[in-house]
């Protein structure tokens, strides 16, 4: 719904309410018209139920207030003497609506004088878990949420089993624009594996169902800063089908709203304004290569020929996270589209074309087995394709046993790759140049850049686009430019070559972006090692990272003792 249609939601909620409880408020000693005025109906009702005025901010807070809609029920309930597990029962499964009964069907009175505590340990342990809820979900929702990083994309600069801290200050709290979900959850409840979120996410439906017509608009508070070129920035994956974040086989795609989309990290390599290309696997920045921060550890593929096998001492010495081998497969096999379509079958290969002469396909990457056998494809003796970082690459090469080492370069298209168009001859290694659009920034709009921005303009700015010959219609009307109605980002994994970022969706809009991680407050390298120099250290900044764990502990020691002592000084 638009704010419009929001703020006559609001006003028939109020008139809904003041017929329910017009009586109640005259019980307790009010006006019946006080029942009616929006926002002040609150406030009265907060005294009537002897809780604190700001109780009635949190009314409007979006996810927080369908947890106090629930106790502003109850306790709306109990200030009339309806104290028993029955009435409780019903004022919840009613939605509130118990308080017509109330209102019209009984001759309740006030309770002046109500004890506001839980009469039980049961209630008071209710009531503690609620408020604690309510209390993290405002943390984590306005202020700083936990992440874990999901995937080697960052991988040397950012591990997998790092747990950090995003601060959704820095560049501004979003309003949550699911307005009914589960509370901290983002689009999956755990264990139960169901739905977080009230929302129709079928294509066909998406615009027409009524659950859909509970989003908000996109607002956000402001932030104190802006998205600088290099900032490592956590953010809704814009082209995200998926079902949840773990399962990347649905049954069918999920068309999601925009904050319950699959939350990704990477490096923000561009900004509003940047003409931006890709050569070598390196970016450009307006012409001039990208200076990357001293602790981003760039990885790119490195072809390496050796006099010898890869064994395992070689992979955990230079951390070679993974790397593949080197094939020959006929021509008339690889070109033939039954044995593409066997090899893209699911888990059977990942096999990418490096070069061909007359006879022969160069092939890299992995296949099983059997099936190696089966299409009579041979292994190219000790030559790999490994991932490495700069430094590392610089160590292998000055081996006795190293033939050569280049990086790898792409040079063939990918049809995977942005924009998905044919006359774009990119991939993942070699790419652009692209301007990156910036808010109120006009560009000429002509059939030879309309794939670079149609899905923008449809999917981020909701405005439709067609065409008719060689003629552009915007919303039905001819147009030559365009206008830009939000700031985009171009967001890259600093693992070049195992990293899914901007090159396979695009740009990233504004409203997509969810904070900035600051803080790693612990990380594992599966269960049972932890990385202690990691825990308690900062994700910007150069230099080493430091640890900050030791000087916490202490400080928590030092509290702890200190209450202790406090206590015994009392005592006496």
């Not at 591990?159 to 624009?177: E, N, Q, T």
């Not at 998205?227 to 956590?234: A, H, L, P, T």
């Not at 149609?454 to 430019?481: A, C, D, F, H, M």
Request: with cysteine.
């Amino acid at each position: 719904m638009t704010i419009t249609e929001w703020l006559i939601f609001i006003l028939v909620i109020q008139v809904i309410h003041g017929l329910g409880t017009w009586k109640l408020y005259v019980k307790a000693g009010r006006k019946a018209w006080e029942a009616f005025v929006p926002v002040y109906n609150a406030v009265i009702l907060m005294k009537i139920i002897k809780r604190p005025w700001w109780w009635t901010i949190l009314l409007f807070v979006p996810i927080v207030n369908l947890i106090m809609f629930i106790i502003v029920w109850v306790e709306t309930a109990r200030s009339f003497g309806k104290n028993q597990y029955l009435d409780t029962f019903l004022a919840v499964i009613t939605l509130g609506f118990y308080n017509y009964y109330l209102n019209y069907a009984t001759d309740v009175s006030y309770v002046q004088d109500r004890d506001i505590n839980p009469k039980s340990s049961s209630g008071d342990w209710v009531s503690s878990i609620l408020f604690a809820i309510v209390a993290a979900t405002i943390v984590h929702t306005y202020f700083v949420q936990p992440f874990t990083i999901p995937s080697s994309s960052l991988e040397k600069s950012l591990l997998v089993g790092d747990f950090l801290f995003v601060s959704k200050v820095h560049y501004g709290a979003r309003i949550p624009m699911t307005t009914v979900a589960t509370p901290m959850v983002h689009d999956t409840i755990p264990l139960a594996k169901v739905k977080s979120y009230l929302y129709n996410d079928k294509l066909e439906e998406n615009k027409s169902s009524l659950k859909n017509k509970l989003q908000l608009p996109y607002m956000r508070i402001p932030g104190f800063e802006s998205i600088e070129r290099n900032d490592i920035v956590v953010f809704n994956q814009p082209a995200d089908t998926l079902v949840n974040m773990n399962d990347f086989t649905p049954d069918r795609n999920y068309y999601k709203p925009i904050d319950k989309r699959t939350n990704l990290v990477k490096r923000c390599v561009g900004v509003p304004g940047d003409s931006l290309e890709v050569k070598g696997g390196y970016v450009y920045i307006n012409g001039q290569k990208n200076e990357l921060p001293d602790r981003a550890k760039l990885q790119h593929y490195y072809t390496w020929v050796s006099k010898s096998n890869i064994t395992q001492n070689f992979v955990d010495t230079y951390e070679i996270e993974n790397f593949w081998r080197f094939y020959k497969i006929e021509n008339q096999l690889w070109d033939d589209q039954r044995v593409k379509d066997y090899l893209a079958e699911e888990d059977r290969s990942y096999l990418k074309e490096s070069s061909r002469d007359s006879l022969m396909t160069e092939v890299v990457g992995y296949i099983q087995y059997d099936d190696m056998i089966k299409l009579r494809m041979k292994p190219v003796e000790n030559k790999f394709n490994i991932n490495l970082t700069a430094e590392n690459a610089d160590k292998i090469k000055s081996l006795s046993n190293t033939v050569s080492l280049n990086q790898f370069s792409h040079q063939l298209r990918n049809p995977t790759v942005f924009p998905h168009n044919p006359q774009y001859n990119w991939n993942y290694d070699n790419f652009g140049p692209v301007y990156i659009p910036k808010k109120g920034e006009t560009i000429e709009l002509n059939m030879e850049v309309l794939p670079l921005y149609k899905r923008l303009i449809s999917e981020y700015e909701g405005k439709k686009v067609t065409t008719r010959g060689n003629q552009i219609l915007i919303e039905g009307e001819p147009t030559t430019s365009y206008t830009f109605d939000q700031d985009y980002y171009w967001m890259m994994g600093d693992n070049r070559n195992n990293s899914i970022d901007s090159r396979g969706w695009g740009y990233v809009p504004f409203d997509h972006v969810v904070g900035k991680p600051v803080f790693i407050w612990m990380s594992w390298d599966g269960i049972k090692n932890p990385r202690w120099e990691r825990w308690f250290t900062t994700v910007g900044g150069s230099g080493k990272p430091v640890s900050y764990l030791i000087p916490f502990l202490v400080l928590i020691a030092a509290w702890i003792g200190y209450s202790k002592w406090r206590k015994k000084k009392k005592a006496k």
